[in-house]
């Protein structure tokens, strides 16, 4: 007689994940994730009250992807590496991209997580480490426009270049403009 195969909890959000990173968030139902577990349900109601709590393992695990993303070290810059990062997980890893930023409900609860962590990240830079939160909040808001608007195109596939230097080098271009005019706009609001 076969012995049961059992499966942690730790492999089926896992299994879930790259489920969904494959084929969606429509993908995720207990008999989806089965079957690219080859197993039966039982592990999955076995250690998930529900396919929503699963859903919610799959979109901490996805932000815990999309945060190793935004800390690698595209570049000699914490918060450039961000911006990099968000875009590459986009690119790389566009059905996880769609998830916590595409999906209505999802997203309406993952962006704000995600705009928090980015905050906090950016005291890692020398050139934000001294500003307030509030502060920093405002120079985050001018370049997460372009930086989620460059993921979106990589998502989508109309990003062009597309190679993760030529996303490093817009952040540049676009940093070199906006990053001054977030400063100086502080220097005024104090004035």
């Given amino acids: 007689m076969a012995r049961p195969t059992t499966f942690s909890k730790t492999t089926i959000i896992q299994a879930a994940t790259e489920l969904v990173a494959s084929e969606g968030i429509a993908a995720l139902t207990a008999r989806g994730v089965a079957a690219y577990l ?5 592990p999955i109601y076995g250690s998930f009250e529900s396919i929503e709590e699963l859903q919610g393992a799959v979109v901490t ?23 990099t990062g968000l875009v590459v997980f986009a690119r790389e890893r566009p059905k996880l991209f769609a998830l916590l930023f595409l999906t209505p409900e999802i997203a309406g609860k993952a962006v704000p997580g995600v705009h928090a962590d980015l905050l906090a990240d950016m005291k890692r830079d020398a050139r934000f480490a001294e500003l307030s939160r509030g502060e920093r909040d405002v120079v985050l808001e001018k370049l997460w ?18 190679t993760t230097h030529a996303i490093t ?18 220097e005024r609001s104090k004035a």
């Fill in 38 to 42: 080859k197993a039966s349900t039982a």
């Fill in 61 to 83: 695990r996805a932000r815990e992807e999309l945060r190793g993303y935004t800390r690698r070290p595209w570049s000699d810059k914490p918060f450039l590496n961000e911006g």
């Fill in 145 to 162: 426009f372009i930086a989620l608007g460059m993921a979106t195109l990589a998502y989508s596939g109309q990003l062009r270049p597309s």
């Fill in 169 to 186: 080098n817009t952040l540049i271009e676009a940093g070199a403009v906006l990053i001054p005019d977030a400063f100086s706009r502080l």
